[in-house]
């Protein structure tokens, strides 16, 4: 098929906002540039002039922001992406992120190609489903210090469930080391927590963290829900993006996925050009199909405004072609203080993760989870 | 095996060098918050003391730089790794991606945790025997625009081959698209590129871009060899490190591989945080496999010092175990006038990418190439 016959055939297209520098005619040149590097990355006259429409980019808009910079919508015809997420991170971003003066603010897709999108399998309804909680937060304990054995894992897992998690995950740190070996720390945590949610009566989920190459990850994922997680931890800023939809999309496996964001701050344009926070923690995990996305909660020990973190969790929920909302999960050495601000902030559909601290409450652990609930539910 | 039982008895180190923010007391703070993010992400009282010179990084050394900044070198104990490229990158920058004022300059490991690396499976000396040229720069080309149909590639490619090119490669945004399909492009481009290559007596090399997600990509790597071509072209900023490392470790596959910088921008630290380029384009490319690495020259379109340019070059060709030099390739819409500047820089084991620019050369494609190289033999 030649391109010139398909010229007018496809209908779909992806539209990205971009963020440039001014002053306007530099913030125009910028944007144009943007148009070829994200298709051809030549000058136009490279293409013959009756495919340049058909294959460029298409700046459909350029405006100055508040800030003095200016936003530039490009629309990219559908066809030029193939159905992976490495064809859609390449075309959004991939020789822009060269640059250091880009900020890939946002993007959309008509509903022809969203539709190739699974999105979560489960999503906060899913979520709140299974471990029975309709209308508050729900909190995420964490499996933590790397350098436990499985069994005094699996023991501070019953005090989280007793305490009254909804959740438990593993920590990132947690692969498969000789003194904590995969297979034996998932079964006993899994165990130990499925028999704990057993005694209080309402189940708490487990998230087994698999990150890995391919290969590995997906026999860790079988190998997890056999052994009883209920859930998959997986850091596409280690394992790429793709990987986390071929879980997403395998039936076999089928269990909810907790995105993390290990190395994923690297993206986040922090004033030398970068992906939006929004479209880092929010906007690729939901399409790939992560059912929660944890990402720093402002006030947390990492730079995250209040503006930031809501924007997030606001992409995760808000309505979007037929993909399933997700659970913005926000976390980072959370006290019971900022819990209370954070829910103001968040509303209802969040999950707070709470690492290390709450070990060291006074009364200790499982009346320190006690403690936390209160607050919520108050 | 309990922690403690293997407290001494792993001599492995992974020893990082992180660049932070002074004045030194605030530094310290920094190195010190490192050691714990990137172990246990918590505090380290939450470690019985009998484990924590075990499992936390070990700030070695700090010291101030040339440009006010802080270095800090911290020792972590190899068996916190497990064998994947994941695990890597978790433990050298996953927590403090997020905090956007630590930049990671360089790693080394101990010769055991380096031997479970595999390195490039022909490097430098391994791609210069296969084009058949011992002691000059290499040139390659690349098959675009994106628009063209396999047809129109594979007859651009046959120019290129008769104006000398060593290489040709993919332009990364050649994946799948409806006029130019994947079998039918590295099809006809391979064979009209070894036809090519026999009448001229010397053999170039065609790289097919196969970037997906694994399963699609492993396909197309095994069809691509199938169909002829001598080389696999891949982004790891798409795909993840340690697809490219399965990839080099598959002997049915057992092709040289490119690694093109696509996406990877965003590693790079810009003021904001990040790893520094010689990590993103030199170190970890090499440790996973790549043969080739891609990467923007200095002088091209992209932000890039001769200083950073020259050091990504020799961290892949340096000494390093017994893994094999990688050839640096650098490009980004070169003329030919920077061709000798690059070249004086670079030294010889260099790659040129001649991309967009040797379409429009006025005496045509083939007389263009003819005359990079004339100036590359002087």
Redesign the interface.
């Known amino acids: ?3 010139k016959t ?1 010229a007018h055939a496809n209908p779909e297209f992806l539209t990205v906002i971009y963020e440039v520098e001014g002053p306007e005619s530099q913030a125009r040149s910028t944007a144009t540039r943007i148009c070829l590097d994200q ?5 136009s ?3 013959p002039p009756s ?1 340049r429409s ?2 460029l980019g298409f700046l459909e808009d350029l405006r100055a922001t508040v800030e003095g910079r200016y936003q530039a919508t490009i629309r990219f015809r559908g ?4 159905g ?4 859609l ?3 959004l ?8 003066d880009v900020t890939l603010r946002s993007f959309a897709m008509t509903n022809g190609l969203l539709a190739s999108w699974p999105g979560p399998r489960f999503g906060i309804d899913g979520i709140r489903q299974m471990v029975g909680v309709v209308r508050r937060p729900l909190l995420c304990a964490v499996l ?6 499985p069994r005094e894992l699996a023991e501070l897992a019953v005090q989280f469930v007793e305490g009254g998690a909804d959740v438990i995950k593993d ?3 947690l ?6 070996r995969f297979d034996e720390r998932v079964s006993r945590c899994a165990e130990a927590i499925a028999r704990a949610g057993t005694r209080r009566g309402r189940p708490c989920l487990y998230f087994a963290h698999i ?6 990850m997906r026999r860790r994922a079988v190998l997890a829900k056999s052994l009883g997680a209920s859930g998959l931890l997986v ?1 596409p ?4 993006f ?2 986390l ?2 879980l997403r999309s395998d039936d076999e496996i089928a269990l909810p996925i907790a995105g993390h ?7 986040v ?7 939006a926070s929004s479209v880092v923690y929010g906007l690729l995990p939901r399409l790939v199909g992560s059912d929660l996305s944890i990402y ?1 909660a402002f006030g947390s020990d ?2 995250m405004s209040q503006q930031a973190c809501v924007l997030i969790a606001e992409h995760c929920r808000r309505t979007w072609g037929s993909l399933k909302p997700l659970m913005p999960a926000v976390g ?2 959370l006290g019971s203080g900022s819990l209370v601000e954070l829910n103001s902030a968040l509303g209802m559909d969040v999950m707070f993760i709470v ?2 601290r709450i ?2 409450s006074p009364d200790g652990v499982v009346a320190g989870m006690q403690e936390l609930h209160r607050l919520l539910k108050d």
């Open positions: 098929m030649d391109m398909t298709t051809i990355e030549a000058e006259n490279l293409l495919l058909t294959i066809d030029l992406l193939g992976e997420c490495s064809d991170l390449n075309i971003f991939g020789t822009s992120s060269l640059r250091g933590k210090p790397l350098g436990r054995t920590d990132q740190s692969v498969d080391q000789d003194w904590c990150s890995a190459a391919w290969d590995t850091a800023g280690l394992t790429g793709d990987a939809r071929a964001p290990s190395m994923l701050g690297t993206l344009d922090r004033g030398g050009g970068g992906l720093p990492y730079p980072g050495r690492g290390s070990q060291q």
